[in-house]
């Protein structure tokens, strides 16, 4: 089985292209900064990861995703090779994305890009009702990316 799940930021803007021929499909790519739980005296504190979504992913990545947004993305491990210019062999590995959604709210992501919740404590919505629900805004349905 070969199956990913990540949570991070997005490092930078995605970057999409259009293949050409009969069937313009898009191409996503983005690099996730997810952080390690445990980090040891000098080590990194980040994984920096490549992701590439495709077709309808990348439409979304394009419009929704910018630098800094938190999502969460399940998909693949996919790895490969190519020679460079000078030659040389160069490997890659890339994640697949298969799904992405946000990780936290508009409103926690206009706050503080970098808060973290590990102490228990989360965000309240500022426009809760009693039952614990945001209430939505009449005629938002047609800016959702979903239906």
Request: proline share 4%.
């Amino acid at each position: 089985m070969n199956k990913v799940i990540l949570m991070g930021r997005l490092t930078r803007d995605p970057e999409v292209r259009y293949s050409q021929g009969e069937n313009n499909t898009a191409v996503a790519r983005y690099t996730l900064a997810v952080d390690r739980r445990f980090q040891r005296n000098g080590d990194q504190t980040a994984d920096f990861i490549p992701c590439v979504a495709f077709s309808r992913q990348a439409e979304f990545a394009e419009k929704w995703l910018k630098q800094g947004t938190k999502i969460c993305i399940t998909g693949r491990i996919q790895t490969g090779s190519y020679t460079n210019k000078d030659g040389v062999k160069v490997y890659t590995t890339d994640i697949i994305v298969e799904e992405q959604e946000f990780a936290e709210s508009k409103n926690a992501a206009a706050g503080n890009g970098e808060m973290n919740f590990s102490g228990g404590e989360r965000p309240t919505p500022s426009a809760a009702s009693g039952d614990g629900f945001m209430n939505i805004p009449a005629g938002i349905e047609e800016e959702l990316p979903f239906q």
